[in-house]
């Protein structure tokens, strides 16, 4: 499978806790976008990697967050000190450099805070 | 970026085609309109992306009237499996300024019944 993957599927964690998503995009992709969905809502907006640099981190991007892609490869999101308000999907996708505007998304992270 | 409005949900039996209408009234002579798929727990797929007139793959059809002030995604023959979430998104190819982060409404909760 060449798609774009993502672990862990499913995390649960108290809040107070640090967890750490990672993404794995189609090998040949330049960019990587990180993207979060709460129920009944469209993907929003979080970060945005072209090759290793971070260009572009949404408002919705707190301090407690922080993303890296340190190769230019797969892509980890680090969110700390998690709250209730950040239970919800993280999806991750990626695109040509060149891209028509079509990105390919993972599964992503059911993230759920108790 | 051009605000999009979609109906929120919308019912069909199996064997229908369905189109779906999305109004995009502040349009850019830039944006192309992208129409996205999402299954529960699963990412957005990209599924069809126009800038005028018709646009047609083996998966769907998209009508763009001269005005471009709406479009219609029409899917015919509908299954049980064409049951998702599709979103209208409208922008500049790259999308987000010069980003590419795809900006995302509630989008059109498309049931297909047998």
């Known amino acids: 499978d060449t798609g774009v993957s993502q672990n862990p599927r499913h995390k649960i964690t108290k809040r107070g806790q640090n967890v750490t998503f990672r993404c794995d995009p189609i090998?040949?992709?330049?960019?990587l976008y990180w993207y979060r969905q709460t129920l009944g809502q469209g993907p929003e907006f979080l970060t945005y990697f072209q090759n290793e640099a971070q260009l572009e981190k949404s408002r919705l991007l707190s301090d407690r967050f922080s993303a890296e892609r340190p190769k230019g490869s797969f892509s980890t999101l680090e969110i700390q000190r998690t709250e209730q308000g950040d239970s919800a999907m993280y999806l991750c996708a990626s695109s040509l450099l060149a891209g028509a505007g079509e990105q390919f998304f993972g599964p992503g992270t059911r993230l759920t805070v108790l | 970026l051009a605000k999009t409005t979609q109906p929120i949900s919308m019912d069909s039996y199996e064997g229908q085609e369905v189109n779906i209408t999305c109004s995009h009234n502040?349009?850019?002579?830039?944006?192309?309109i992208t129409w996205y798929q999402q299954f529960p727990s699963q990412g957005p797929r990209f599924i069809i992306q126009g800038y005028k007139t018709k646009v047609t793959n083996e998966v769907a059809s998209l009508f763009i009237p001269a005005d471009r002030k709406s479009s219609t995604l029409s899917l015919p023959r509908v299954s049980l499996s064409d049951t998702a979430v599709y979103y209208c998104l409208v922008g500049d190819r790259n999308y987000g300024g010069s980003q590419g982060n795809l900006i995302f409404g509630k989008g059109t909760k498309l049931s297909v019944k047998p």
């Open positions: 502040n349009i850019a002579t830039n944006d192309y």
């Open positions: 090998s040949e992709h330049n960019r």
